[in-house]
């Protein structure tokens, strides 16, 4: 088990998506500035992403045959637009947010409470 | 281990440890501005990932799409509001305590998840290296068009994407009118009267 | 090897020796300003030298152990053992060497070659998938006495290499700490002002040094503890282990002047007089069951290891016959013959239930001693003693008595017993670590680290990780001895306990900080994964991979893991805690700071030595290769402790029969998928908790106060030590205290009862009663209930708050919440 002379497994890819995955949420848990949220978001996504691509490599599992190929990457692609799309939406909707109460504080938003 | 170093994983130990780096320091900062560069670092860095795993056609589109156009749109937004009390938003102390505690659990818990399957841990069997081979773009490219897999692997199972094609390309027209219609009305509200917005 | 023996025994009566010394001469010796602390620094030095002489001659005749190459795959079934009961009894007694002093007993073709020759010839042991194996070991008897009719009783003696390597431990560690103490205790040597004791006409106490009384409790305790672990009966463990009640008892009250301290010596003796009425108990259920008390053989007669798991039975637990019978058993598939042993795998038919009370009893006794749940509020309070006491007492030897009682007696533990243990030591765990990171006082969080500590040795024994438990025992002792030393040169230079006056001690104190550093990263178990680490980071990996592959085998207890690594990275966050508020930053109380000075040479010198074993304890040293079969030899803690242990538990404890629990081989932890995982997870949760340790105390980019303000009830709760000395109060002093003023008012108006009739009386009595029982009892348990019930509500009431962001934090919780309810229901069913 050393990792600079043992090669990588997709395991290690998914370690990576992990921690970018949990940096994520926990931005998401604790940015009150909604672009923060924002960026929280693409953590997430990103993380979420690193796993279909390893996932689609042959050479990163012991049985090539279980891979999932260029289908792995396709979704990922999927994700990539997606999340383009959410990103010009969301930024909208904050600026919209923005310009109506002058303030990017999420905290601020709370006619939610019950 | 014959003490050689194996040069794909220590590529792989450099940009993965460069994105997770990057990504705790998004979460760690309290300026906005220097969230935005951290993340640009760290995606950068996702993209010589994907390029390790073999999806070179993906980490293109990744360093195009989302470090050139994305990341440039949420940094427009952060230049749009990023006024004096803004850049720096405190968290409470408890918000951190809870929000790290409950991630730390949720990786503890993929952590698990990722090692605890022995056949994630490393390439085939004779295989020494997880050598990385781009599949084509034009495969990318066919696949998503409408022909089914020819690697004999996923025949019969599915016949491409044409469809998910179709739906992303109205959704991102969905959203381009969506969006476009979103800054419109702000700017008419404010424009031609304030006090009609109840 | 015969002077083994003799020279262990010399170990043990030389601290005996000091202290008749000082008893006799200290009063004069003081007045002739004749330092007595030579005296007992020598006799413990002496005691050292022979330790260490006699762990040479044991290495010498038995050869550096070997470490086998473990295949965890092909290992261990229980299948198997049922399969192979058939005896093998015959070959095994024909390994008997004729000595008739050293038996040494079967041997192992999986897990350790024995060395000696005589061993080569029988192969007996590789014929057989699942051959158990013994340790080799010296009993005999010093003195007995059996009078007709009763069971001879005995002083002897049991020397294994656990015995070895507990005395060298237990006597390096006394003997830095007798240096130590010659320095701490330099005040006592003159008249003593104490400031804590205002007498009543205001003054303070003046009374004379009692610099000799220290030494020479200090050497009576390291006699008893000795002969605790060279006792070869279960008399003798008894009788030596109240004597180290006692001693703690006068060691813990040595201000017995200060209330607070005379009241911590009573309540340590009085919690461990619970503890040991438990293990009376046991006692009396083994000796009546099998009419011996010692553990090996002595003289050809079996002792208790070898009447509970029999050679014949290829050392498999078994129960005799003709005890008494537990209800419901079936002995009709026996069809009535009279045999003992060939039936007697089947456990449930013969005093199983007898065993069980046997090992739940003599568990009590290690509860008391070893400050577990429920019985660890005395620990804390000790802390009330003189620093060195501390260091010796809650490190080194009168806790790691229970611990290491409970892995002495391991063979007699029957898989329920274990479980009880297992989550014993898993709620202490928990529970002393939540107090530890609220604690202020610098030597109470070290006693709840203690505490917390010694949860996690009974939790890896109790998950069958017999080395894991002791291994960390031998560890804990090192850094934690040198963390409370370290902590007592802080409170010599500060004068005071209270970390949040400290501060910044870092430049006043280097030797201090930097060693206790040492210190706190032993105990968080740092070490570069895979490569290197501190002396716990080894012990600590150990005890997560026993958790991972208990709970592996049985998923319906997987809390036990999470218990395990939840409190790993509670240890670093506490230390470090303690770390940083005491030596980092900026001086909170410049007054304190200004006074802050370095510990003499003679303080700060065994620091530097206990750091040094701090770190390096933990080592395995390879040592070449056993030229015959081919295994790695290996010196260090593991390798020694593994020739020790007991027969017929390489392969697991077995199967619950009560229970549903299973034992995996202890070995199985030691699989390289268990073994990286256990890596990643100790360092990983180590590193959390040293992490948000750093961001809170050493960076203060979150605010301390802040978040104990947001989380106040919880934060109370830990303060206030779970409520545990107010429910006792509730629980045993209240009805007690009103029981007594009854009786008491009973008493006064038993004149009345004359006078005034029944009735009335009567009536009295009712309402009285009713008064206390109703409003103060019954009215005061409910409002407390209420009150606490009602700070959590309202507590709960934050949760909805409609932010956003608190949205999506419930549903990361939700998630994981989910996925360990999944997993663990998954398992579950799979169990079944």
Redesign the interface.
């Known amino acids: ?16 998506g ?23 978001i ?2 997430v996504i ?1 993380g979420a ?2 796993n279909f ?2 996932f ?11 891979a999932l ?6 979704i ?3 994700v ?6 959410e ?3 969301a ?6 947010y ?3 109460r002058a ?5 601020r ?6 | 281990m014959d003490g050689h170093i194996n040069w794909h994983s220590f590529y792989f130990l450099l940009f993965g440890l460069t994105a997770c780096v990057f990504s705790v320091a998004v979460v760690l900062t309290g300026s906005i501005v220097r969230m935005a560069f951290y993340l640009t670092l760290c995606l950068g860095a996702t993209a010589g990932l994907f390029f390790l795993a073999g999806a070179g056609f993906v980490g293109a589109m990744q360093l195009l799409i989302y470090v050139g156009g994305t990341l440039v749109l949420l940094i427009f937004g952060v230049m749009l509001t990023a006024q004096g009390p803004f850049v720096n938003m405190k968290t409470r102390a408890g918000e951190w305590v809870i929000g790290g505690a409950a991630g730390l659990m949720l990786l503890g818990l993929l952590l698990q998840a990722a090692f605890r399957v022995e056949e994630w841990r490393g390439p085939p069997e004779g295989v020494a290296t997880a050598t990385a081979e781009n599949a084509p773009p034009g495969e990318i490219g066919i696949r998503m068009l409408g022909k089914p897999g020819d690697n004999g692997k996923a025949v019969g199972k599915e016949s491409g994407y044409l469809l998910p094609f179709e739906i992303v390309s109205v959704h991102l027209l969905v959203v381009l009118i969506g969006s476009a219609y979103l800054a419109r009305t702000k700017r008419r509200r404010r424009a031609s009267d304030p006090a009609e917005s109840t | 090897m015969d002077y083994l023996p003799t020279i262990l025994g010399a170990a043990v009566l030389l601290p005996l020796i000091s202290f008749v010394v000082i008893v006799l001469f200290g009063a004069a010796m003081r007045k002739a300003h004749v330092p007595t602390h030579y005296i007992a620094t020598g006799a413990i030095l002496g005691s050292f030298v022979l330790s260490f002489t006699a762990m040479c001659i044991w290495l010498s005749t038995h050869g550096i152990p070997e470490v086998h190459e473990h295949d965890a795959h092909g290992h261990g079934g229980h299948e198997e053992h049922a399969a192979g009961s058939h005896s093998a009894g015959a070959d095994h007694l024909g390994e008997s060497l004729a000595e008739g002093k050293l038996v040494e007993k079967g041997q192992d073709s999986q897990f350790i070659a024995l060395t000696d020759d005589d061993h080569k010839e029988g192969g007996v042991g590789k014929d057989h998938a699942s051959a158990a194996h013994g340790p080799d070991y010296v009993a005999d008897d010093w003195y007995t006495i059996s009078p007709p009719g009763i069971p001879k009783m005995s002083i002897g003696y049991h020397i294994d290499t656990l015995t070895i390597v507990m005395f060298v431990m237990v006597t390096f560690i006394a003997s830095c700490i007798h240096f130590y103490a010659g320095g701490y205790m330099h005040e006592e040597l003159h008249d003593v002002t104490d400031h804590e004791v205002t007498l009543s006409d205001g003054k303070h106490l003046r009374r004379p040094g009692r610099f000799h009384r220290f030494f020479q409790y200090l050497s009576l305790f390291c006699f008893s503890m000795l002969g605790l672990v060279i006792a070869g009966n279960v008399l003798m463990v008894f009788v030596f282990w109240e004597l180290v009640g006692v001693c703690s008892y006068f060691l813990i009250g040595f201000y017995i002047e200060r209330k607070s301290a005379s009241t911590a010596a009573n309540k340590a003796f009085i919690m461990n007089r619970v503890g040991d009425f438990g293990m009376l108990i046991g006692l009396a259920a083994l000796w009546a069951s099998f009419g011996t008390f010692s553990f090996g053989d002595v003289d050809g007669q079996p002792g208790l290891f070898s009447l509970i798991r029999p050679a014949e039975n290829q050392h498999q637990m078994t129960t005799k016959d003709g005890l008494v019978q537990v209800g419901g058993a079936s002995t009709e598939g026996e069809s009535g013959d009279d045999t003992t042993d060939a039936n007697a795998s089947n456990p449930a038919s013969f005093s199983y239930g007898l065993l069980i009370v046997a090992g739940l009893g003599i568990f009590c006794g290690c509860v008391g001693k070893s400050a577990q749940f429920p019985l660890q509020t005395w620990l804390p309070d000790a802390m009330e003693g003189p620093t060195p006491v501390s260091a010796l007492v809650h490190s080194a030897t009168m806790v790691a008595a229970g611990v290491y009682l409970v892995g002495r007696f391991y063979p007699v533990f029957t898989p329920e017993v274990l479980l009880i243990i297992a989550y014993v030591g898993g709620i202490t765990l928990f529970m002393a670590a939540t107090i530890a990171i609220v604690a202020t006082d610098i030597k109470r969080v070290l006693a709840f680290s203690t505490v917390s500590q010694l949860g996690y040795m009974m939790l890896a024994l109790g998950m069958g990780g017999w080395i894991a438990g002791l291994f960390h025992l031998i560890t804990h002792a090192f850094f934690k001895s040198l963390l409370f030393m370290c902590s007592g040169s802080v409170i010599h230079a500060c004068h005071t306990n209270e970390m949040p006056q400290m501060g910044g001690l870092r430049k006043k104190m280097p030797w201090t900080a930097y060693t206790m550093l040492v210190g706190c990263l032993a105990i968080a178990g740092a070490g570069i994964p895979f490569l290197i680490g501190f002396s716990g980071y080894y012990s600590k990996d150990a005890i997560i991979a026993q958790a991972i592959s208990f709970t592996d085998a049985n998923p319906s207890h997987k809390i036990l893991f999470f218990v395990a690594a939840g409190g790993a990275a509670i240890t670093a966050f506490y230390m470090f805690r303690l770390w940083f508020l005491t030596f980092s930053g900026k001086p909170r109380d410049q007054h304190v700071y200004d006074h802050a000075h370095e510990s003499p040479k003679v303080m700060y010198v065994p620091l530097v030595v206990l750091a040094v074993l701090a770190v390096a304890v933990g080592w395995s040293i390879p040592w070449g290769t056993d030229a015959d079969s081919g295994n790695h030899k290996e010196l260090g803690v593991t390798a020694l402790l593994e020739t020790a242990r007991p027969a017929g538990t390489a392969d697991g404890a077995g199967t619950g029969v009560n229970f549903d629990v299973t034992y995996p081989a202890e070995a199985a932890s030691h699989a390289e998928e268990i073994h990286v995982m256990a890596t990643l997870v100790a360092f990983g949760t180590a590193m959390a908790g040293f992490l948000l340790a750093f961001v809170m105390y050493g960076l203060q980019r979150i605010s301390a106060e802040d978040a104990a303000k947001q989380f106040a009830p919880v934060y109370g709760f830990f303060r206030n030590k779970w409520y545990f000395d107010e429910l006792y109060h509730i629980l045993f002093f209240k009805p007690t205290h009103f029981v007594s003023k009854l009786v008491a008012k009973f008493d006064r108006r038993a004149i009345d009862w004359v006078v005034n009739g029944t009735a009335k009386v009567a009536r009295k009595v009712s309402d009285t009663g009713d008064a206390i029982i109703d409003k103060g009892l019954v009215d005061g348990l409910v409002n407390l209930t209420a009150g606490w019930i009602y700070s959590v509500a309202n507590w709960f009431r934050n949760v909805q708050t409609g932010k956003l962001r608190q949205y999506v934090l419930f549903i990361v919780l939700g998630t994981v919440v989910l996925f360990v309810l999944i997993e663990y229901s998954s398992f579950l069913n799979a169990g079944h």
């Open positions: 088990m050393n990792l600079l002379t043992d090669p990588v497994g997709a395991s290690h890819f998914m370690a990576v992990a921690v970018m995955f949990v940096c994520g949420v926990v931005c998401m848990a604790t940015k009150r500035n909604g672009l923060g949220i924002l960026m929280g693409e953590l990103n992403n690193l691509v390893a689609g490599s042959e050479f990163l599992r012991r049985n090539p045959d279980y190929g260029v289908d792995g990457q396709l990922a692609l999927f990539i637009v997606l999340a383009a799309a990103a010009a939406v930024l909208a909707i904050a600026l919209n923005y310009n109506n303030t990017i504080d999420v905290d938003a709370d006619e939610l409470k019950g």
